[in-house]
């Protein structure tokens, strides 16, 4: 079945390409699509060789309405106590805030170094009077 003048259809070409929008012009070698959204023309040169699938829109309603139905929800009113719970840091610039993250991760640093225990390591006994190491070990 092929698209006829004025139907509504979805081209899927090989290439992964996808394009939607009214046929004015319909052959195996030849086609062409007007665009919904504006007024632009698409050509395809090799149809035949070109399009993978093509989708016809037959219900009137779906012909009136390429519209696309996507809502976005937009919260104008901006919260800046949920996102800056310190009013100091809040004032900072970047400069000022990345100094003081440095500071931080060097006194976290610092704590880890100074809290540090070595678990499984032997203990080893040494003769406090031995002074010369012996030469096989």
């Known amino acids: 079945m092929e698209p006829k003048q004025g139907d509504h ?3 899927i070409f090989r290439n992964g ?3 939607e929008g ?3 012009f319909w052959s195996a070698q030849r ?3 007007r665009s919904f959204s504006s007024d632009n ?3 395809i040169q090799n149809t035949e060789q070109d399009v993978l699938a093509i989708k016809i829109y037959r ?3 779906q012909v009136q309405s390429p519209q696309p139905s ?11 106590d949920r996102y800056y719970r310190d009013e100091r840091l809040r004032l900072m610039n970047l400069a000022e805030l990345r100094r003081l993250q440095s500071l931080e991760e060097r006194k976290r640093a610092r704590e880890a170094v100074r809290s540090f225990t070595p ?4 203990q080893k006994a040494y003769d406090p009077e031995r002074t010369t190491i012996p030469r096989g070990v």
């Open 22 to 24: 009214i046929i004015d």
């Open 9 to 11: 259809v979805k081209l």
């Open 119 to 122: 678990d499984g390591l032997s």
């Open 59 to 61: 219900d009137e309603r």
């Open 31 to 33: 086609a062409v699509l």
């Open 41 to 43: 023309v698409l050509i």
């Open 70 to 80: 996507m809502q976005v929800a937009v919260d104008d009113e901006l919260k800046p």
């Open 17 to 19: 390409f996808v394009e």
